[in-house]
């Protein structure tokens, strides 16, 4: 029996128990940020909950996450004690957290996007991969062939710049009976 690690079991939760697991975290962080003061400052800590959600549930869980992180913050620093010289100085703090979990919502989303876009681009490059001997195209997943330079330049994000290397120049310029002065090109 395979063993598996607890965050393996994690990511691998989805609905009410991911759900729950969210939450909890959430509840934790404002705990925590309950019992540490208004003189610590652990916001950073409900990134955690933030990236729990994205994972489990995607960006838009991630969103709504960040509000309530914002909001779980703005009740743990009132009910810590902490008063402010005006009022509305609670709630701009309030945006400015929030403003920083969409922050990382944001960076998270790329990041994810760029890993599989990465995964994708190995993929097409790894493993077995049909060449044509005759016309060398190359055979897709879909059943078409592709010229080499197009399945390049969508998979791989190159762009073919079609040169003679010089073994070949050397090689096409004996056929043609032009001298060696030519072999450097």
């Known amino acids: 029996m395979p063993t598996h690690s607890p965050s393996a079991l994690l990511f691998r939760l989805s609905g009410p128990w991911g759900l729950a697991c969210v939450i909890v975290t ?42 309530v992180c914002a909001l779980v913050w703005l009740v743990a620093d009132q009910e810590a004690g902490h008063r402010y010289g005006h009022p509305w100085f609670l709630y701009w703090n309030a945006l400015h957290r929030l403003f920083f979990f969409l922050c990382v919502v944001v960076g998270v989303h790329h990041a994810r996007a760029a890993l599989k876009s990465n995964a994708r681009r190995l993929k ?12 060398h195209r190359i055979g897709a997943e879909n059943g078409y062939w592709q010229r080499f330079e197009s399945y390049l330049s969508e998979h791989g994000g190159a762009q073919p710049l079609h040169k003679v290397c010089p073994d070949c120049a050397r090689a096409g310029y004996a056929k043609a009976g032009i001298a060696e002065h030519a072999s450097h090109r």
Do not use: K, N
């Open 124 to 135: 097409a490059f790894s493993g077995p991969l049909p060449i044509c001997t005759q016309c």
């Open 26 to 67: 959430i509840a934790l962080c404002g705990l925590v940020d309950y019992a540490t003061g208004y003189e610590v400052s652990v916001f950073a800590l409900y990134v955690l909950p933030i990236v729990l959600s994205m994972r489990l549930f995607g960006t838009w869980a991630g969103c709504v996450v960040a509000v």
